[in-house]
Each structure stands twice: as C-alpha cells, then as structure tokens.
C-alpha cells in the first residue's frame, strides 16, 4: 500500500518544467512494459511465472549485518496490470499490483525503499527526504551515455543521476547523507526499461558512519533476453 500511495505522490507531477521534461521521462518511461508478453496464468494453487526478474543487494545498514540478498518478480498480467514480488529464497513477499499503463513500478519501488533505508540510517525525517526527492525529479539531472552488455549483445543506453540534497538548505546538518545519489539506468533495448537502479551514500570518517548502496539490476538470463 505505501508503494502504491507513492506512486501516486510520484506520478502526480506531471507539470515538470521544459528544462526537466527529459529527466522526467527518462525515469517515469510511459509504455516501459509495451512490447513485453504476459505471464501465463499459473495451474491453480500455482505460483505465478515472473515476466522479468531483478536482483536486490543492499549493503547493511549497521556495522557486523550482512547485506540482504533477494529478487524481484515482475509479473505482468492479461488484464494490463503489473504485480511485483520479493523473492528470498523459498520466501516471498507480495509487494503490490499497478496497472502496466502507468509504466514500470519498479522505480517507485525503488525510491520507496532506499527513502525507508535512508531515514532509518541517518534518523532524518523521511517526509522532508521524500519532498527533496520529488523537486530533484523536477530539476535537470546528470545524464550520460553508456553502453551495456546485456543478452548476448551491446546495448546503448542511458545513466540519469539525481542528488536530492545536493542544495539542500540543512545540507551542513546532514553529514554524508547529503551526498545521497540516485542512478538510473535505462534504455529502450532492455526489457522493461530499467537495467539497474542504484542509491549510495558514501562513508563516513566515523566507526559506526558506514556507506550505503541499495542496487537493482535486470537478471541477464533466461526469460529476460531480449
């Protein structure tokens, strides 16, 4: 429900001045999941086939944690609606159902939980993180070529980055959490759009100040190909 919720906060602002419509697009695509065949319904009783698959690494948030290792299904369905799953070992969570015209949820879900992981981290307010981030989205961001090898073949494409805190007025009280970065990469030759998606806050000079990286990365095999 909370990803749902903002995705609609995200999907709101839709009135993105001239000099950040290209930022805008490139990460809230519209027709990112176009081209792509539904699952097929599952036997009943049957778990359902996952149209693409992520990878999910997220470094630990306290000193002596191990890094929290999952995937991500997503499922697209006959009836044009898009449901994503976490996957961690035989477990698995039920994150939500979106309809496939809004595009790819992926990067709502994205932003959603490095926005929980930050203001668990750092302690800040994630209300006031999560207002910084949507007037990053409303700015121009860094956005660079590059290349991929993904499915057998190299693939053109592009890298958006965002710093929501960059000229951020309480950037001298947030430490090195200022330095907050959000990567995109995506291209119209990848399946769904998003080949990965990344958030890192590098590390602190104290003990306990360790870094922070959350990464989401299209799994290059099997169903996946394009």
Avoid: C
Avoid at 57 to 67: D, I, N, Y
Avoid at 185 to 195: E, R
Wanted: glycine fraction near 8%; avoid cysteine; charged fraction near 20%.
């Amino acid at each position: 429900m909370r990803v749902f919720l903002l995705l609609l906060v995200f999907l709101g602002l839709t009135s993105a001045p001239l000099s950040a419509a290209e930022t805008y697009d490139l990460l809230f695509r519209k027709g990112a999941l176009s081209g792509l065949e539904p699952s097929p319904p599952p036997p009943e009783g049957a778990k359902g086939t996952d149209t693409l698959v992520y990878e999910r690494v997220v470094s630990p948030l306290k000193k002596g944690e191990s890094a929290d290792k999952d995937t991500i299904g997503l499922q697209l369905t006959s009836d044009d609606n898009v449901a994503l799953i976490l996957h961690r070992g035989p477990q698995m969570r039920f994150i939500g159902t979106f309809p496939a015209s809004v595009g790819n949820p992926l990067i709502m879900y994205f932003l959603e939980s490095a926005l929980a992981d930050i203001a668990k981290q750092s302690g800040g307010s994630p209300f006031y993180m999560r207002n910084r981030i949507k007037e990053a989205l409303l700015k121009d961001a860094e956005i660079v070529p590059v290349s991929l090898h993904f499915g057998e073949r190299d693939i053109s494409a592009r890298q958006v980055t965002i710093r929501p805190f960059a000229e951020d007025k309480a950037r001298a009280q947030m430490g090195r959490f200022a330095e907050l970065a959000l990567a995109v990469t995506v291209s119209q030759d990848i399946p769904g759009w998003y080949y990965s998606l990344q958030a890192t806050v590098p590390e602190g000079k104290g003990e306990a100040d360790i870094g922070y990286t959350a990464a989401i990365t299209l799994s290059d095999g099997g169903e996946n190909k394009p």
